[in-house]
């Protein structure tokens, strides 16, 4: 237990986050049994560390992050080790890679039973099902998501500034002031390009080759998240690696399910399969028709991010299929997003359509009406018509 505590210590003063998360202020931190899920890469460690450091004193033995990647673990259970804990006097348990410890869910539900003081704070793959998955959880558990970057929050770690976010009803019915209370501050168009590049996962800060770094997070993803927690046998890893690059390369479109069932040679609802755990794994965004969902084909795969398309493709980057990521990624948060009428047309909640465009691109009045326009390479907007780097302060 003291070795538990002094890598603790270690970690928390040595932990720096320029940037505090949004996700911070909306957990409600009195709950005991808390999950943060997301991808590799987008800070879960840090957002630990984080809380702990913001709540309690590093010499607070009340408090004690712990990681399962710890081998300690292979021959003790997490409820074995929070008995110790808690009768030690500990009342937070912060637990990262919680999926790493075999029968992670019961052994939750087992402290939570037994230890009505205790609150865990647990970090999971976004390919985890906590509830659907895991029925002993269902009523205890609390999930949040936690995403990269925003473009807000890209913006404030270099300009030590404190931009708020907005909500989606706020941007569309007031974004000219909105625009106008940032612009003095900051030039927005001065960062979205770096942001699009390598401004997603929080890694950019390190001194590695980013490109190469998300590379390898996304061999990660698909070699241990989708393959260890879907129980996929490693043999089909190559078929699932060929199938994400061909759909990345593809661009965002509609997915010939039959080819790509050519191509990697295995069945239509394996192919359906394997994609639905790519975007469990937030490295596809699915978009349906309206009314829609899995098992359907989906209208349209894109990558989810646009950091993902430098990273694969870098040669032959289409300045509109980054820009349709870009819109996409920033209400896929809060917000349900279905294929529009027409492309690069989005239904967002079901009720706002809009369409990603040039803002130095002529538009036909007809094709217009009712829609709202998000449109890149401008900083400003009129009416009906937002700047698209806007949309970054969703979050």
Known sequence: MEAFFRTHAYLLEHTNAPVRRSLMDEIDWNDRLIGIKGTRGVGKTTFLLQYAKENYAVSDRQCLYVNMNNFYFQGRGIADFAKEFYHSGGRVLLIDQVFKQPDWSRELRKCHDLYPMLKIVFTGSSVMRLKEENPELNGIVKSYNLRGYSFREFINLHTKLNLPSYTLEEIINDHERIVKRILPDVSPQHYFQDYLHHGYYPFFQEHRNYSENLLKTMNMIIEV???????????????????????????????????????????????????????????????????????????????????????????????????????????????????????????????????????????????????????????????????????????
């Open 225 to 395: 998240d989708v393959l260890l927690i879907k129980q996929i046998e490693l043999k089909y890893l190559t078929r699932i690696k060929k199938l994400f690059y061909q759909l990345a390369v593809d661009g965002p479109q509609s997915p010939n399910i039959s080819q790509l069932a050519h191509d990697i040679d295995t069945s239509r609802a394996t192919v359906m399969h394997y994609i639905k755990n790519l975007a469990d794994a937030r490295l596809l965004n699915l978009i349906y028709p309206p009314g829609n969902d899995f098992p359907r084909k989906p209208s349209k795969v894109m990558l989810h991010n646009t950091n993902l398309i430098y990273a694969i493709y870098p040669n032959n980057v289409k300045r509109q299929d980054v820009m349709d990521t870009f819109f996409v990624n920033t209400l896929w948060k809060d917000h349900t997003i279905s294929q529009g009428s027409r492309e690069h047309q989005y239904i967002v909640d079901g009720k706002y359509e809009f369409q990603v465009c040039d803002a130095h691109q002529p538009q036909r009045p007809r094709e217009i009406a009712n829609i709202y326009q998000a449109r890149y390479n401008t900083e400003v907007g009129h009416d009906r018509q937002i700047p698209l780097w806007l949309f970054g302060f969703l979050y």
